[in-house]
Nanobody, 115 residues
Framework: QVRLVESGGGLVQPGGSLRLSCATS????????MSWFRQAPGKERELVAS???????NYADSVKGRFTISRVNANNTVYLQMNSLKPDDSAGYYC?????????WGQGTQVTVSS
């Protein structure tokens, strides 16, 4: 059974940093691309960053240079380091994996950027 559990969200001031984690189980983590999405109230879910099994990364233009996605295969965990946070980054953040033609999602972790 595929399971994704996000953590690390919270309230942070503009310009601050957070590190999100997504602990996974139920599949061979090292074989799969992992992604982070976010969704703010009233907005569509958007791709923030992804990382392939080989470590290649890509980012939404809105977060390039501020966010870094990484993975530790030994821990079956994917991370999202978020620096220079802006109020527009406030959203629920979700990690996801596509396996066997299905998309699996975690429950999400809330990030609020506010003074």
């Amino acid at each position: 059974q595929v399971r994704l559990v996000e953590s690390g969200g919270g309230l942070v001031q503009p310009g601050g940093s957070l590190r999100l984690s997504c602990a996974t189980s139920g599949f061979t983590f090292s074989d799969y691309r992992m992604s982070w999405f976010r969704q703010a109230p009233g907005k569509e879910r958007e791709l923030v960053a992804s990382i392939t099994s080989g470590g290649l990364t890509n980012y939404a233009d809105s977060v390039k240079g501020r966010f870094t996605i990484s993975r530790v295969n030994a821990n079956n965990t994917v991370y999202l380091q978020m620096n220079s946070l802006k109020p527009d980054d406030s959203a629920g953040y979700y990690c996801t994996v596509r396996r066997g033609g299905l998309n699996y999602w975690g429950q999400g972790t809330q990030v609020t950027v506010s003074s």
